[in-house]
Nanobody, 125 residues
């Protein structure tokens, strides 16, 4: 059936940058909207960003606007999350997710049916 796999997490200092990647093994990503969520210890899963199938529409959480950029490369079957000006509050496990084809994407995790295993991002001061 295929799964989503995230790459690119790690340890970075405040003000630094990371680029996360999400690929879909066993399935073609091109027909899916894709979102990124994150979860810090002791908190619920939080919406970060989402991108539409045709890359014509993106959405961001207020906390990351102007710092994070979501993009996708259909040829590489990959969705990216470029994270700049990172701060300690960005420390979390980051997940990519996709709703069923044809469903709308949004900020609610319940709209998403497929999830990756997550990748840890740690920002140190």
């Amino acid at each position: 059936q295929g799964q989503l796999v995230e790459y690119g997490g790690g340890l970075v200092q405040v003000g630094g940058s990371l680029r996360l990647s999400c690929t879909a093994s066993g399935r073609t990503f091109s027909g899916y909207h894709v979102g990124w969520f994150r979860q810090a210890p002791g908190t619920g899963r939080e919406f970060v960003a989402a991108i539409s199938v045709n890359r014509g529409s993106t959405e961001y959480a207020d906390s990351v606007k102007g710092r994070f950029t979501i993009s996708r490369d259909h040829a590489k079957n990959t969705v990216y999350l470029q994270m700049n000006s990172l701060n300690v509050a960005d420390t979390a496990v980051y997940y990519c997710a996709a709703p069923l084809p044809g469903n709308l994407y949004g900020t609610d995790e319940r709209q998403y049916n497929y999830w990756g295993q997550g990748t840890q991002v740690t920002v140190s001061s």
